[in-house]
């Protein structure tokens, strides 16, 4: 147990200020037993030669006015050590409330902590999930990316086959739209020598004289072959120029006939000369055998 450094006085082990005479326990506090007081009848001893009565007095007053001002001292020492320790307890006081303050909000900050640590654990478990997902998406994206380009390539080349089957298609429609004329040509040409006509007059027998080159394209033929060629090649264009053909002991005759109206025309093939010839009562039908 600790004592007073200075009266003895016990104290206790956090105390820094005597209670009883307010000296400071600078210096290690007393654990030894309490100093023992003086006996009740001391017995002095005298150990000088006595003094003479007025020497006496004079020394008790110098011990009484020394001890007054130790006592004085003591009293303003104690005065100053207590408030000291008043100030010090004040301040232990506040010290221990800023500590109370500290441990409310210390306490506190570890509930508010362990909610954000609830709340990043929390957070960080959606982010993993998300991350999850997001991996997923993108490879997900990847593959409709390849997809896409695969498509892509399909489409592509499924354009360049549409390319080239529409230029045939288009070639197809313009060989069938050549076909389709030369057809309505050649179906012309075909009624124009199924329905064959006499000419409907002299002059139109002259003129398509003058335009046929039979005379001259086919001047290495007999006159018999070169009156059938003029009457096939007036049948193409839908004309009746019969070859006629007479023979007597000496020679065989060639020549073709031509009707305009009610008349007879003879044709030369190598010269293209028209001789008049007789005249029917009636003149023949323009077309002998009509189509309808």
Known sequence: MPYCNQCGNELKEEEQFCGTCGTGQGQPAITSSPPTPPPSNPTYVNQHSPQKSGGTGIWKMIAIGVLAAALITVGVLYGIENSNLNKAKANIATLENNVTTLQTQLAAEQAHAASLQTELTATISELTATVGELNAARDNIKQLESDLAESEL???????????????????????????????????????????????????????????????????LSAQAKAYVLQVKALRDGFILSACIDWDSKYIYSWNVAIVGDTVYSVNAATDKISAGPSFSDALPLHPLPLS
């Open 154 to 220: 399909r489409v592509a080349n499924l354009q360049s086959e549409l390319n080239d089957a529409t230029a045939k298609l288009a070639q197809a429609y313009a060989e069938i739209a050549g076909l389709t004329d030369a057809n309505t040509a050649l179906t012309e040409e075909l009624n124009t020598i199924k329905d064959p006509r006499h000419f409907n007059s002299l002059q139109e027998l002259e003129t398509w004289l003058e335009n046929d080159d039979t005379n001259t394209a086919y001047s290495s």
